[in-house]
Nanobody, 116 residues
Framework: QVQLVESGGGLVQAGGSLRLSCAAS????????MGWYHQAPGKQRELVAA???????NYADSVKGRFTISRDKDKKTMYLQMNNLKPEDTAVYYC??????????WGPGTQVTVSS
């Protein structure tokens, strides 16, 4: 069974940067479009960045120009470079495959907290 583990979150001041990582137990990055989601307290989980199997990327308007998604298929790891962070980016961040009708089991997520 596929396991996803997110890491790299933390506490940062507004304007700062973080790099999140998503490690997968299988070669899912080769065969699936992948994405990063965030879930703020009291809100639904939403997709903020996605990357296709051929490397095409898409971003939510709220993060466009500030976040960059990438992946290393050989290392079975996906990344989210987050620059110019804002307090509204505060959330738990998860990775998964947005194109699947049934997503992989969700990982523990990684908490990102941006102070003003």
């Amino acid at each position: 069974q596929v396991q996803l583990v997110e890491s790299g979150g933390g506490l940062v001041q507004a304007g700062g940067s973080l790099r999140l990582s998503c490690a997968a137990s299988g070669s899912i990055f080769t065969f699936n479009n992948m994405g990063w989601y965030h879930q703020a307290p009291g809100k639904q989980r939403e997709l903020v960045a996605a990357i296709t199997t051929i490397g095409t990327t898409n971003y939510a308007d709220s993060v466009k120009g500030r976040f960059t998604i990438s992946r290393d298929k050989d290392k079975k790891t996906m990344y989210l470079q987050m620059n110019n962070l804002k307090p509204e980016d505060t959330a738990v961040y998860y990775c998964n495959a947005p194109s699947l009708l049934r997503p992989y089991p969700w990982g523990p997520g990684t908490q990102v907290t941006v102070s003003s």
